[in-house]
């Protein structure tokens, strides 16, 4: 799942300054998920906008909506007969959304509501943590399905710095040191040898090093 968080209002209010027309775009995606661009989360910053503007003295239009994704054009495409009546639009999505709205409709000025962070999960109510960083070529089974490309601070394939203490990353005390879970699962199962393995270098052409990348399913595409 892709984790994001909202700008804080006064970037966004600086964003739409000069603009009195607004529709802000919420999307059921990941971010409905995580507490940040859900239908709740649209309406919240549409009445904190309102509120705003009003103790400036400053009158402002918002309308909301909500699409089910912001990454698929075939959703983007709900928004046509509309999108043009206002003087700008908020995008409550990932960095992905912003973007294909743009594509989509060159003529508007659309606006990002949300700092996109990390692809994780739920690791506690409310609480969520980064664990892939999309690399492109998935090599976790080395590591008991831990990912040290994500999870170390410092992207070791090969074992723990000399920094990590008493199962902590030396980044941060409340940070778990990877490498050390990893040695331990290993430790449980009793196949500390295959820390022994030479594996070959990762291959990172498929990360995002490249440049932008394009994933291709032959028999879906047109």
Request: net charge negative.
């Given at each position: 799942m892709i984790v994001a968080d909202r700008k804080s209002l006064e970037e966004i209010l600086t964003m739409v300054k000069e603009h009195k027309k607004i529709l802000i775009v919420g999307c059921k995606g990941c971010v409905t998920v995580c507490?940040?661009?859900?239908?709740?989360?649209?309406?919240i910053l549409a009445s904190s906008i309102?509120?705003?503007?009003?103790?400036?003295?400053?009158?402002?239009?918002?309308?909301?909506?909500?699409?089910?994704?912001q990454c698929d054009n075939e959703y983007v495409e709900q928004l046509k007969e509309t999108v043009n009546n206002y003087d700008a639009v908020i995008s409550m999505a990932c960095g992905v959304g912003p973007q294909f709205l743009s594509e989509a409709?060159?003529?508007?000025?659309?606006?990002?509501?949300?700092?996109?962070?990390?692809?994780?999960?739920?690791?506690?109510?409310?609480?969520?943590?980064?664990?892939c960083a999309g690399c492109g070529t998935c090599i976790i089974h080395n590591y008991d399905g831990l990912c040290p490309i994500a999870r170390c601070a410092?992207?070791?394939?090969?074992g723990p710095c000399g920094g990590s203490s008493q199962g902590a990353c030396e980044v941060s005390k409340e940070t778990v040191c990877i490498w050390d879970a990893i040695v331990a699962?290993?430790?449980?199962?009793?196949?500390?040898?295959?820390?022994?393995?030479?594996?070959?270098?990762k291959d990172w052409r498929s990360a995002r090093d490249g440049g932008p990348r394009r994933s291709i399913r032959e028999e879906l595409a047109e």
């Open positions: 507490n940040v661009g859900g239908l709740k989360e649209v309406e309102g509120i705003a503007r009003k103790k400036e003295s400053q009158t402002i239009e918002i309308d909301q909506t909500i699409i089910e994704r409709y060159p003529e508007q000025k659309f606006f990002p509501a949300v700092n996109t962070t990390f692809y994780g999960g739920a690791v506690a109510h409310g609480i969520w943590e980064e664990r410092k992207s070791l394939l090969h699962k290993k430790m449980e199962q009793g196949r500390l040898e295959d820390l022994l393995i030479i594996k070959e270098p």
